[in-house]
């Protein structure tokens, strides 16, 4: 199985995907990041629909495969399901940012309504974007394909490796 990679959405993320690709990269055939855009152009904000292209593009070519992504890679990636234009097999996603993400006008509400694909949450218990009790309620009232583990905190860093490799190990068999 391959593994395509998204970050978050600050500059920050970039190390902190990489970090996780050597955590994970043993788990799967190959490993793959998608490096945003605005992180070279320095603009605060993700573009959604060019990640989404980026994206689409990296899954034509790999066969079977899943997504890792953390807060904003999420939504790129669920937009882009939700659009029916990836089908990985499964995703992980780590700070699902869902308070973030609507005030940001982006239709979450949406992209997850009827969402199908097998997928691990790892949400902090007080994470700022949404916490996982905020979450859990979200997910609930759309869809039954989202398991979401909680790991205590209270901050949307998830640096956690050790465990968050054990998580998706699990998930992965």
Not at 65 to 84: N, Q
Not at 86 to 115: E, H, M, T
Request: aromatic share 10%; net charge negative.
């Amino acid at each position: 199985m391959n593994l395509i990679l998204l970050g978050g959405n600050s500059i920050d993320n970039k190390k902190w995907i990489e970090n996780v690709e050597t955590y994970l990269k043993p788990l799967f055939q190959s490993t793959t990041i998608i490096n945003y855009d605005h992180w070279q152009t320095g603009e605060w904000m993700i573009n959604l629909d060019t990640e989404k292209e980026k994206l689409t593009q990296t899954a034509k070519n790999l066969g079977e495969y899943m997504i890792f992504a953390k807060s904003a890679g999420s939504l790129v990636t669920v937009k882009a399901i939700f659009e029916k234009l990836i089908s990985p097999q499964k995703c992980i996603f780590a700070g699902i940012p869902l308070n973030w993400a609507r005030k940001s006008n982006f239709d979450v509400d949406i992209w997850y309504k009827d969402y199908l694909v097998p997928t691990l949450a790892i949400q902090h218990t007080n994470d700022p974007l949404a916490s996982f009790k905020e979450l859990i309620e979200f997910l609930s009232q759309l869809t039954k394909s989202v398991k979401v583990e909680e790991l205590p905190g209270d901050t949307h860093d998830y640096d956690e490796q050790d465990i968050i490799k054990k998580l998706v190990s699990d998930f992965i068999r």
